[in-house]
Protein backbone atom coordinates (compact mmCIF):
# COMPACT_ATOMS: atom_id res chain seq x y z
CA UNK A 1 0.00 0.00 0.00
CA UNK A 2 0.83 3.59 -0.23
CA UNK A 3 -0.41 6.49 1.69
CA UNK A 4 -3.11 8.57 -0.04
CA UNK A 5 -3.23 11.72 1.85
CA UNK A 6 -5.15 12.64 5.17
CA UNK A 7 -7.80 15.15 5.75
CA UNK A 8 -10.70 14.56 7.80
CA UNK A 9 -10.72 11.80 10.54
CA UNK A 10 -8.10 8.97 9.04
CA UNK A 11 -5.45 8.80 7.37
CA UNK A 12 -6.15 7.60 3.42
CA UNK A 13 -4.01 5.17 2.05
CA UNK A 14 -3.90 3.04 -1.69
CA UNK A 15 -4.21 -0.82 -1.69
CA UNK A 16 -1.80 -2.25 -4.43
CA UNK A 17 -4.99 -2.33 -6.29
CA UNK A 18 -5.70 0.89 -6.22
CA UNK A 19 -8.47 1.01 -3.82
CA UNK A 20 -8.52 3.94 -1.67
CA UNK A 21 -9.43 2.99 2.12
CA UNK A 22 -8.81 4.92 5.27
CA UNK A 23 -7.52 4.29 8.51
CA UNK A 24 -9.58 5.13 11.33
CA UNK A 25 -7.70 5.74 14.58
CA UNK A 26 -8.18 4.20 17.64
CA UNK A 27 -9.77 6.13 20.92
CA UNK A 28 -8.24 6.82 23.81
CA UNK A 29 -10.62 4.60 25.66
CA UNK A 30 -9.83 1.59 23.56
CA UNK A 31 -6.07 1.81 23.87
CA UNK A 32 -6.56 2.85 27.30
CA UNK A 33 -8.50 -0.46 28.21
CA UNK A 34 -5.63 -2.45 25.93
CA UNK A 35 -3.04 -0.87 28.27
CA UNK A 36 -4.33 -1.79 31.15
CA UNK A 37 -4.63 -5.91 29.55
CA UNK A 38 -1.15 -6.03 28.75
CA UNK A 39 0.50 -4.54 32.06
CA UNK A 40 -1.96 -6.30 33.89
CA UNK A 41 -0.36 -9.41 32.12
CA UNK A 42 2.96 -8.41 31.68
CA UNK A 43 3.42 -7.91 36.03
CA UNK A 44 1.20 -11.46 36.50
CA UNK A 45 3.86 -13.23 34.69
CA UNK A 46 6.73 -11.17 36.18
CA UNK A 47 5.34 -12.07 39.97
CA UNK A 48 5.22 -15.63 39.03
CA UNK A 49 8.69 -15.39 37.61
CA UNK A 50 9.72 -14.24 40.54
CA UNK A 51 8.39 -16.58 43.21
CA UNK A 52 9.89 -19.39 40.88
CA UNK A 53 13.28 -18.08 41.20
CA UNK A 54 12.48 -16.89 44.82
CA UNK A 55 12.30 -20.77 45.65
CA UNK A 56 14.18 -22.65 42.93
CA UNK A 57 17.63 -20.06 42.53
CA UNK A 58 20.18 -18.47 45.41
CA UNK A 59 19.43 -14.97 46.17
CA UNK A 60 22.29 -13.30 44.35
CA UNK A 61 21.46 -15.50 40.92
CA UNK A 62 17.89 -14.98 41.57
CA UNK A 63 17.81 -11.47 41.91
CA UNK A 64 19.43 -11.35 38.07
CA UNK A 65 17.27 -13.85 37.05
CA UNK A 66 14.34 -11.74 37.84
CA UNK A 67 15.98 -8.29 36.68
CA UNK A 68 16.54 -10.13 33.10
CA UNK A 69 13.22 -11.72 32.84
CA UNK A 70 11.42 -8.42 33.93
CA UNK A 71 13.49 -6.71 30.97
CA UNK A 72 12.32 -9.22 28.57
CA UNK A 73 8.94 -9.29 29.01
CA UNK A 74 9.45 -5.41 29.56
CA UNK A 75 10.54 -4.63 26.06
CA UNK A 76 10.11 -7.96 24.08
CA UNK A 77 6.30 -8.55 24.97
CA UNK A 78 4.92 -5.39 22.92
CA UNK A 79 7.45 -5.91 20.15
CA UNK A 80 7.09 -10.16 20.09
CA UNK A 81 3.31 -9.68 19.49
CA UNK A 82 3.46 -6.33 17.46
CA UNK A 83 5.53 -8.29 14.55
CA UNK A 84 4.19 -11.92 15.03
CA UNK A 85 0.61 -11.04 15.77
CA UNK A 86 0.03 -8.53 12.68
CA UNK A 87 0.00 -5.73 15.17
CA UNK A 88 -1.89 -7.27 18.08
CA UNK A 89 -1.10 -8.02 21.61
CA UNK A 90 -3.59 -9.77 23.68
CA UNK A 91 -4.94 -6.29 25.12
CA UNK A 92 -5.06 -5.07 21.51
CA UNK A 93 -7.20 -7.75 20.65
CA UNK A 94 -9.48 -7.45 22.96
CA UNK A 95 -9.69 -3.74 22.74
CA UNK A 96 -10.40 -4.14 18.78
CA UNK A 97 -7.86 -2.59 17.60
CA UNK A 98 -4.07 -3.08 16.06
CA UNK A 99 -0.88 -0.85 15.31
CA UNK A 100 -0.05 -0.82 11.76
CA UNK A 101 2.53 0.75 9.23
CA UNK A 102 1.90 4.03 8.35
CA UNK A 103 0.90 3.02 4.42
CA UNK A 104 -1.65 0.31 6.27
CA UNK A 105 1.29 -2.97 6.18
CA UNK A 106 1.98 -5.00 9.26
CA UNK A 107 4.63 -3.34 11.36
CA UNK A 108 8.43 -4.59 10.30
CA UNK A 109 10.72 -5.38 13.25
CA UNK A 110 12.48 -1.94 13.42
CA UNK A 111 9.46 0.19 13.57
CA UNK A 112 8.04 -2.21 16.59
CA UNK A 113 11.43 -1.66 18.40
CA UNK A 114 11.17 2.04 17.68
CA UNK A 115 8.05 2.75 18.74
CA UNK A 116 8.28 0.65 22.06
CA UNK A 117 12.06 2.31 22.79
CA UNK A 118 10.44 5.45 22.87
CA UNK A 119 7.41 4.43 25.18
CA UNK A 120 9.64 4.86 27.75
CA UNK A 121 9.39 8.86 27.19
CA UNK A 122 5.23 8.14 26.61
CA UNK A 123 5.08 6.63 29.69
CA UNK A 124 6.51 9.88 31.64
CA UNK A 125 6.23 11.30 34.45
CA UNK A 126 3.26 8.97 35.49
CA UNK A 127 0.72 7.01 33.96
CA UNK A 128 1.39 7.68 30.55
CA UNK A 129 0.28 11.30 30.68
CA UNK A 130 2.88 12.62 27.63
CA UNK A 131 1.93 9.96 25.25
CA UNK A 132 -1.65 10.86 26.28
CA UNK A 133 -0.96 14.49 25.64
CA UNK A 134 1.08 13.93 22.62
CA UNK A 135 -2.26 11.95 21.08
CA UNK A 136 -4.96 14.14 21.75
CA UNK A 137 -2.72 17.18 20.20
CA UNK A 138 -2.28 14.77 17.21
CA UNK A 139 -4.75 14.69 14.40
CA UNK A 140 -4.07 10.50 13.93
CA UNK A 141 -3.72 10.58 17.81
CA UNK A 142 -0.18 8.96 17.68
CA UNK A 143 1.53 9.16 20.53
CA UNK A 144 5.33 9.83 20.38
CA UNK A 145 6.62 6.36 19.35
CA UNK A 146 4.06 6.15 16.72
CA UNK A 147 5.33 9.41 14.90
CA UNK A 148 8.92 8.36 15.31
CA UNK A 149 8.52 4.92 14.16
CA UNK A 150 5.58 6.26 11.72
CA UNK A 151 3.23 3.47 13.06
CA UNK A 152 -0.58 4.02 13.82
CA UNK A 153 -3.15 2.38 16.05
CA UNK A 154 -6.14 1.64 14.33
CA UNK A 155 -9.81 0.46 14.76
CA UNK A 156 -10.16 -3.13 13.47
CA UNK A 157 -12.95 -3.81 10.81
CA UNK A 158 -14.80 -6.72 10.40
CA UNK A 159 -13.67 -8.46 7.10
CA UNK A 160 -15.86 -8.05 3.88
CA UNK A 161 -16.85 -11.21 2.35
CA UNK A 162 -15.61 -10.59 -1.46
CA UNK A 163 -16.61 -12.04 -4.23
CA UNK A 164 -14.87 -11.96 -7.73
CA UNK A 165 -17.52 -13.57 -9.82
CA UNK A 166 -20.25 -10.57 -9.15
CA UNK A 167 -17.86 -8.17 -9.28
CA UNK A 168 -15.61 -8.42 -11.80
CA UNK A 169 -12.11 -8.25 -9.97
CA UNK A 170 -9.36 -8.97 -12.28
CA UNK A 171 -11.71 -10.03 -14.62
CA UNK A 172 -10.67 -6.66 -17.22
CA UNK A 173 -6.96 -6.75 -18.48
CA UNK A 174 -5.77 -3.55 -19.91
CA UNK A 175 -2.84 -5.59 -21.32
CA UNK A 176 -5.23 -8.07 -23.33
CA UNK A 177 -4.35 -6.00 -26.65
CA UNK A 178 -2.97 -7.92 -29.61
CA UNK A 179 -0.68 -5.77 -30.29
CA UNK A 180 0.92 -5.81 -26.78
CA UNK A 181 0.83 -9.72 -26.76
CA UNK A 182 2.79 -9.63 -29.53
CA UNK A 183 5.61 -7.24 -28.11
CA UNK A 184 5.38 -9.12 -25.02
CA UNK A 185 5.87 -12.41 -26.59
CA UNK A 186 8.64 -10.75 -28.74
CA UNK A 187 10.75 -9.20 -25.43
CA UNK A 188 9.61 -11.65 -22.82
CA UNK A 189 11.94 -14.88 -22.49
CA UNK A 190 10.61 -18.10 -21.94
CA UNK A 191 13.05 -18.02 -18.11
CA UNK A 192 10.92 -14.76 -17.62
CA UNK A 193 7.63 -15.85 -18.26
CA UNK A 194 8.24 -19.40 -16.12
CA UNK A 195 9.51 -16.73 -13.29
CA UNK A 196 6.29 -14.60 -13.40
CA UNK A 197 4.31 -17.57 -13.28
CA UNK A 198 5.64 -19.02 -10.28
CA UNK A 199 5.52 -15.41 -8.91
CA UNK A 200 1.51 -14.90 -9.43
CA UNK A 201 1.65 -18.82 -7.34
CA UNK A 202 3.30 -18.17 -4.70
CA UNK A 203 2.22 -14.41 -4.05
CA UNK A 204 -1.17 -15.29 -1.84
CA UNK A 205 1.62 -16.76 0.58
CA UNK A 206 4.15 -14.31 1.11
CA UNK A 207 3.19 -11.15 3.74
CA UNK A 208 1.60 -7.69 2.57
CA UNK A 209 4.71 -6.04 2.69
CA UNK A 210 7.24 -8.43 0.96
CA UNK A 211 4.07 -8.83 -1.71
CA UNK A 212 3.93 -5.34 -2.35
CA UNK A 213 7.64 -4.82 -2.27
CA UNK A 214 8.34 -6.90 -4.42
CA UNK A 215 5.63 -6.54 -7.22
CA UNK A 216 6.42 -2.95 -7.37
CA UNK A 217 10.10 -3.94 -7.98
CA UNK A 218 9.06 -6.60 -11.13
CA UNK A 219 6.28 -4.17 -12.28
CA UNK A 220 8.23 -1.06 -12.08
CA UNK A 221 10.98 -3.35 -14.51
CA UNK A 222 8.63 -4.55 -16.70
CA UNK A 223 7.04 -0.95 -17.13
CA UNK A 224 9.87 0.02 -18.74
CA UNK A 225 10.94 -2.79 -20.37
CA UNK A 226 7.68 -2.85 -22.20
CA UNK A 227 7.00 0.68 -22.48
CA UNK A 228 3.67 0.80 -19.96
CA UNK A 229 1.94 3.53 -19.26
CA UNK A 230 -1.17 2.62 -18.11
CA UNK A 231 -0.83 4.86 -14.81
CA UNK A 232 -3.98 2.99 -12.93
CA UNK A 233 -2.16 0.18 -13.17
CA UNK A 234 0.20 -1.11 -9.77
CA UNK A 235 2.67 -3.31 -9.91
CA UNK A 236 0.82 -6.19 -8.51
CA UNK A 237 -2.36 -5.67 -11.33
CA UNK A 238 0.60 -4.88 -13.87
CA UNK A 239 2.53 -8.61 -13.15
CA UNK A 240 -0.39 -10.41 -13.47
CA UNK A 241 -2.09 -8.80 -16.29
CA UNK A 242 1.25 -9.94 -17.78
CA UNK A 243 1.25 -13.14 -16.98
CA UNK A 244 -2.13 -13.48 -18.12
CA UNK A 245 -1.32 -11.94 -21.90
CA UNK A 246 1.46 -14.52 -21.91
CA UNK A 247 0.11 -17.74 -20.57
CA UNK A 248 -3.15 -16.31 -22.01
CA UNK A 249 -3.45 -20.35 -24.60
CA UNK A 250 -2.55 -22.12 -21.44
CA UNK A 251 -4.95 -20.08 -18.93
CA UNK A 252 -7.85 -20.68 -21.65
CA UNK A 253 -7.66 -24.43 -21.48
CA UNK A 254 -6.47 -24.84 -17.55
CA UNK A 255 -8.61 -25.71 -15.13
CA UNK A 256 -7.10 -23.16 -12.61
CA UNK A 257 -5.34 -19.71 -13.61
CA UNK A 258 -2.10 -18.29 -12.31
CA UNK A 259 -3.43 -15.39 -11.31
Known amino acids: MKRAGGGGRGRLVLTPEQVEIRLEPAGAGRRFVALVIDLTLIVSASAF ?39 QTPGKRVAGIRVVDGRGLPLGLEQSFVRNVVRVLDALPVGYAVGCAASLVDGERRRLGDRAADTL ?41 EFLAE ?61
Not at 156 to 180: C, I, M, Q, Y
Not at 205 to 217: H, I, N, Q, S, T
Not at 229 to 249: M, Q
Open 199 to 259: LCRRAEGLEDRARYELMEDVGRHYRAKLDIEDPRLSGENLVRGLTGVLFADRLSSASRPFC
Open 49 to 87: VSQVTLLALPPALGTLARALVLLTLSWGYHVWFEVRRQG
Open 153 to 193: VVRERPPVEHDRRTSGARAFNSLRTKHFARVARQRVSLEER
